[in-house]
């Protein structure tokens, strides 16, 4: 009987201690907005990885759930658009980057709407990221004058989950295949 109980008590202490390194590593988040689409629907489950940032920068191209300076009580998806001490300007349908005296005209999927909107080239704040919502047109973003400072950063979205047929890695694209050539702007 003691040797019964004293399984039963390492299973539970196993259990338990897997049940908090996964709280404390993976969060599952639902999309509520429109501002993703079409890439991510209302709905849609993902799973977000929290531990990523701490062995890496997080990069242009990677799909992060944050807490918007606007609304910190708010959980918001979004990509990264701009890194920290980058400027970015957006005009005429095109998002451009400045980078280490380059202009850089971003080169974003095909299914990504050209914004109708202007924003004038601004610096990103050290420690913090320009962040765009895929639906440029109908997101409440960077381009309406607020970045995302680091510690704000909840995770990196890794996985979808639900509904079944969206199963499948989440789409976060790496430098060398978002940025074009520098521009001579």
Not at 6 to 14: F, G, N, S
Not at 30 to 56: D, S
């Amino acid at each position: 009987m003691r040797k019964l109980s004293h399984e039963i008590l390492v299973t539970l202490i196993l259990a338990i201690a897997i049940f908090l390194l996964l709280r404390a590593t993976v969060q599952s988040f639902i999309i509520v907005e429109h501002c993703m689409e079409p890439e991510f629907q209302e709905g849609e489950r993902l799973l977000v990885n929290k531990v990523v940032y701490y062995f890496h920068e997080p990069e242009r191209g990677d799909v992060i759930i944050l807490h918007p300076p606007p609304n910190p009580e708010a959980v918001y998806i979004k990509r990264i658009i701009a890194l920290p001490g980058e400027s970015v300007e957006i005009k005429e349908g095109k998002v451009y980057i400045y980078k280490n005296g380059n202009v850089i005209e971003l080169n974003e999927p095909h299914y990504i709407d050209p914004p109708r909107y202007t924003y004038n080239r601004a610096t990103v704040p050290e420690n913090e990221y320009f962040v765009l919502g895929d639906n440029r047109n109908n997101a409440n973003d960077s381009h309406k004058g607020w970045t995302v400072p680091r510690q704000d950063i909840i995770g990196k979205a890794w996985l979808s989950f639900w509904p079944a047929k969206e199963w499948g890695l989440v789409p976060n694209y790496p430098l060398q295949e978002q940025l074009a050539a520098p521009s001579s702007k």
